[in-house]
Each structure stands twice: as C-alpha cells, then as structure tokens.
C-alpha cells in the first residue's frame, strides 16, 4: 500500500503562488505515474495535472496550463505542484494521486491511491 502525504497547501492572495509537496511512502515511487486534482467545495473531483514516472511527459487542465507546473524528484519519492497567479477559482482541496499502470494519468478511473487532501484557499 502507497501513502500519499500532501503539504503546502494553504492560503494565498489572487495573484499569489503556493507549493504543494506530495512524499510518497513507496520505494519503487518512479514507477508510479503522478498526478493532482482538485474538489472545490460543492463541485466534482477535477483532474489538474499528471506527470509520467519518469518525469518526460506531463499534462494539464486547460484551466491551470501556464500558471501550474508539476515536477517529480524520484530520488526524494516526491512530486511537486507549483502554482503561481492564483486565481479565487482556483480554491479546493487538493488531491495528490499514484497510477501504477498508466503511462500519463487521464482517468480517475485507473488510479490506485489518493493523498488525503490539502485545502488551498485564494482571496481575492
């Protein structure tokens, strides 16, 4: 079993920018693809951005795509979810994901194990 254990989250002004950090508990963590989603408060879970295990490859939701920025350092079993020029909308929980059998994270469907969430709240 992989534990996810997401930090950095927070609060922020619109405009801002906030680090989320997620630690894997898995050694073979670079053979896991990587990813992030969010759940604001009333709306469904939504898929914000993934990055292959080796790092090579990485997707984003048009709504975040040039403001949000994943990275992995596989040596720390870690992934990264760099967020800059925050917006009000961007507020929700954030939740850290680990996909074993696929290449890049597109579906909530393959997923194998969910971070417990960290809230990030934008002010405007």
């Known amino acids: 079993h992989v534990q996810l254990v997401e930090s950095g989250g927070g609060f922020a002004q619109a405009g801002g920018s906030l680090r989320l950090s997620c630690a894997a508990s898995e050694r073979t963590f670079n053979s896991y693809s990587m990813g992030w989603l969010r759940q604001a408060l009333g709306k469904e879970r939504e898929f914000v951005s993934s990055?292959?295990?080796?790092?090579?490859?990485?997707a984003y939701a048009d709504s975040v795509k040039g403001r949000f920025t994943i990275s992995r350092d596989n040596a720390k079993n870690t992934v990264y979810l760099q967020m800059n020029s925050l917006k009000p909308e961007d507020t929700a929980v954030y939740y850290c994901?680990?996909?074993?059998?696929?290449?890049?994270?597109?579906?909530?469907?393959?997923?194998?194990?969910w971070g417990q969430g960290t809230q990030v709240t934008v002010s405007s």
């Open positions: 994901v680990a996909d074993k059998r696929s290449f890049l994270i597109t579906s909530m469907r393959t997923i194998d194990y």
């Open positions: 990055i292959t295990a080796s790092g090579g490859s990485v």
